[in-house]
């Protein structure tokens, strides 16, 4: 998870204090916390030597690990009085409770509610689990007075993409599931424990980088009372949990119920002040590591897709591999760069655009907008002979059930490439190809038109220009991507470019739908208040039905 602790450093007199509020239990009760024989050394060892053959980093898989007893009463605990909030960025949708450190600070008669649940985390923080989670990692002495856990609920389309858990002095993290214990978890419905492997690199300063692959290796699905953990690692424990899918059809109650991914995720730290094995300097050590291969995590050396900028050729520039011929013209270039438009680019855009869009009182009113507000929104932007063909190639690649899933196979099979690391973006890409030598031997697939002839010629640069009144665009870099079902992402990212650039952005995906329900009444209620226009501007584009945009980026 990427919930950060609320403070990472922690004074001898407030451990203290922690301690002291801590319930005491006794070494018995701790042990009948537990599944029967899972803290006997036999259990011990089986579970360290699994551990220290797993891949494709160590982690661990116990199960059962509490009594089933205790558990089922956690859960009903939870469900009665825990109240959880909804939290959504760029990485993550959840519902989390708040931090169960916080039981200490519970009055009586609020803790009496929660028995169970303070009895389980009393056990899970205890000396001996300590000692054999310990045993079992080889990760180190764990903190039993810095409790880190929180309850996270996942229900349809939940999910936490890509990281490696490495903040502050974390050492072990883990997840602890309390799905139905009734109806056991089905992998088709997500929700699972996904870990990734990385290939080491060598930067622009020699320095040794390790970079998660587009792909996990492993998948681990809950299963009520089954614990997954691992030692976090800087640059190396990569993991997401898989979205949880809705379900296709209307279910039962009792359906929709036992589809909830519920579990206690936190992490066992260093020790702190005051406790045995506690290191002095170790937790600013751990942060200076951290923080050094966050930084080179953080570089865009290696990530895919690259920038490929190609600038606009000079008008006059001739093909020096044609010598005493005439230039060979893309489609949709001419003469008369700086001439605007004229009847060959006219007859060329009329392929792709949709005439009402070519028209010099649409281009003028466009202009108009865009000066204002830095944004425009064209709806039904590509023609009605072009759309339908794109539309059937885009409906047949997605119905294609051979279609391959691994990064791997699908570069090998198919046109497109799929981007890395995953902890910043993963989809499917295509670009231009950039190789001219082959040009005409194979016919290209509608997107492939989009990239090569319609987006890079100089008709559309010239169209561009009339539209927005920018008329110095030194080149373009062009990028056709794909998201997959449950599969791909991007995190929030800005421009950091030194020079001012235009972002065009064509939708093609052929469903509707994209939009939150709140969203599309606030947008029927302007609808009914404003006359209806086919150019609109906004600063969400519609990816369904040929919408376009183009933005200004500062």
Not at 319 to 342: H, I, L, W
Request: glycine letters at 6%.
């Amino acid at each position: 998870m990427k919930r950060k602790a609320d403070s990472e450093a922690q004074s001898p007199a407030e451990n203290g204090d922690q301690l002291a509020k801590k319930r005491a239990i006794s070494a018995q009760s701790v042990v009948s916390s537990f599944a029967d024989g899972l803290l006997d050394k036999d259990t011990l060892e089986k579970y360290k030597a699994a551990y220290a053959k797993s891949g494709p980093y160590k982690h661990g898989v116990i199960s059962p690990l509490f009594n089933q007893k205790l558990l089922r009463a956690v859960r009903s605990e939870i469900q009665e009085h825990i109240s959880f909030t909804e939290k959504e960025t760029d990485i993550y949708k959840i519902y989390q409770s708040g931090d169960l450190a916080n039981l200490d600070g519970l009055d009586d008669e609020s803790l009496s509610r929660l028995p169970s649940l303070l009895k389980l985390r009393n056990a899970l923080y205890s000396e001996p689990f300590r000692e054999y989670l310990s045993e079992v990692t080889g990760a180190g002495k764990l903190s039993g007075s810095k409790t880190d856990m929180a309850v996270n609920v996942y229900t349809g389309g939940c999910h936490l993409l890509c990281h490696d858990d490495v903040i502050g002095s974390r050492r072990v993290s883990y997840i602890l599931y309390l799905t139905d214990p009734d109806v056991p978890w089905k992998p088709e419905w997500g929700g699972a424990l996904r870990l990734f492997p990385t290939t080491t690199e060598i930067n622009a300063d020699g320095e040794e980088v390790k970079i998660p692959k587009p792909d996990h290796t492993v998948s681990i699905p809950p299963a009520f009372n089954q614990l997954s953990f691992f030692a976090v690692q800087p640059g190396e424990s990569f993991h997401d949990v898989e979205e949880v899918y809705h379900m296709e059809t209307k279910g039962s109650e009792k359906e929709v119920k036992s589809r909830v991914r519920m579990a206690i995720s936190g992490w066992f730290h260093i020790p702190q002040e005051g406790e045995d094995g506690y290191e002095e300097g170790l937790a600013e050590k751990l942060a200076e590591r951290s923080s050094l291969q966050q930084l080179q995590g953080e570089g865009d050396e290696f990530d895919r897709p690259q920038s490929q900028f190609v600038p606009y050729k000079p008008v006059d520039e001739q093909d020096t591999s044609s010598k005493g011929k005439e230039p060979a013209k893309s489609a949709g270039e001419d003469d008369d760069d700086d001439e605007g438009f004229n009847d060959k680019d006219l007859d060329f855009l009329l392929k792709y655009i949709a005439p009402s869009y070519l028209t010099p009182d649409v281009a003028s009113q466009l202009n108009e907008i865009f000066d204002n507000d830095r944004i425009v929104r064209l709806e039904k932007f590509l023609s009605d002979k072009f759309t339908p063909r794109l539309r059937s190639y885009i409906e047949s690649q997605e119905k294609d059930e051979t279609f391959p899933t691994s990064a791997e196979e699908i570069e090998q099979k198919t046109n497109w490439k799929v981007s890395r690391p995953p902890h910043k973006h993963r989809y499917l890409y295509q670009q231009p190809c950039l190789d001219k030598t082959n040009d005409g031997q194979k016919e290209k697939t509608p997107i492939q038109e989009l990239l090569e002839d319609l987006l890079p010629s100089r008709a559309f640069k010239k169209w561009l220009s009339a539209v927005t009144g920018l008329d110095g665009l030194l080149g373009y870099n062009l990028l056709a991507r794909r998201f997959r079902r449950g599969e791909d992402y991007t995190l929030a990212s800005g421009y950091e470019g030194e020079s001012p650039r235009l972002e065009f952005t064509i939708g093609i995906t052929p469903t509707p739908g994209w939009e939150k329900e709140e969203e599309d009444e606030e947008e029927e209620e302007e609808a009914g208040k404003a006359d209806k226009t086919k150019t609109e501007t906004n600063s969400k584009a519609k990816p369904e039905n040929g919408t376009a945009a183009a933005a200004a980026a500062a």
